[in-house]
């Protein structure tokens, strides 16, 4: 079936510093990939996708490659800020437009 | 903007009650979600609709109903709430062609 597997968190970070988070997939085909972001308090809005292998999605300085060699898209930033501070979910895409989400990655960024 | 809106932020329950979840959207999309989310478990997948009056199962249906009479709205009902039903749930649209899906922001749930 389709799963989604991301790295455990909390992730504790300072600022400026370099953030990898990992996420790896198991699906039927090729399906479009995405992360997510949750600030406290909100609903989820989407940071990036990328719809077929090798594609790089870009926002806000974070960026994630559609690897289907190693079926991962690592999220990275290469200089984080307080307020990136949110919880980090890796979804793809099965027919349907139906999302399936990995358990999320809670990001803590110290001034 | 795209805005998808769920009325109720924060709901306190009892066990037994019937709950009413609504979800409105307003840029005519014809398929809409509901998830639930709960720590360590990522978002799940509790009924989806494909258009009005259509709707069919996620991966995690038992304990809920839902019903979509028209487009823009879509409820989410918990027939007799239970404790293990305390969680956040949340709303979400897109096109049928599907470009980007829209997320409210969240219902918290809890049932004493």
């Known amino acids: 079936g389709n799963s989604v597997t991301q790295m455990e968190g909390p992730v504790t970070l300072s600022e400026e510093a370099f953030l990898t988070i990992n996420c790896t997939y198991t699906a039927t085909g090729y399906p479009s990939l995405f992360w997510y972001v949750q600030y406290p308090g909100e609903g989820l809005q989407l940071l990036l996708k990328?719809?077929?292998?090798?594609d790089k999605g870009s926002n806000k300085g974070f960026e994630a490659t559609y690897r289907k060699e190693t079926t991962s898209f690592h999220l990275e930033k290469g200089s984080v800020q307080v307020s990136d501070s949110a919880v980090y979910f890796c979804a793809l895409r099965k027919y349907g437009n139906k999302l399936v989400f990995g358990a999320g990655t809670i990001l803590r960024v110290k001034s | 903007d795209v805005k998808v809106t769920q009325s109720s932020r924060y709901l306190v329950k009892r066990t037994g009650e019937k709950v009413f979840l609504e979800c409105v959207q307003d840029m005519d999309h014809e398929n809409m979600f509901w998830y639930r989310q709960d720590p360590g478990l990522g978002l799940r997948l509790i009924y989806f609709s494909y258009d009005v009056k259509m709707k069919e199962k996620g991966d995690i249906p038992e304990g809920y109903s839902v019903s979509r009479e028209k487009k823009e709205r879509f409820s989410l009902i918990l027939e007799s709430a239970s404790t293990n039903q305390t969680s956040m749930y949340l709303c979400?649209?897109?096109?049928?062609?599907?470009?980007?899906?829209?997320f409210g922001e969240g219902s918290w749930l809890t049932v004493v």
């Open positions: 990328a719809t077929k292998a090798d």
């Open positions: 979400a649209s897109t096109q049928t062609s599907g470009n980007t899906i829209y």
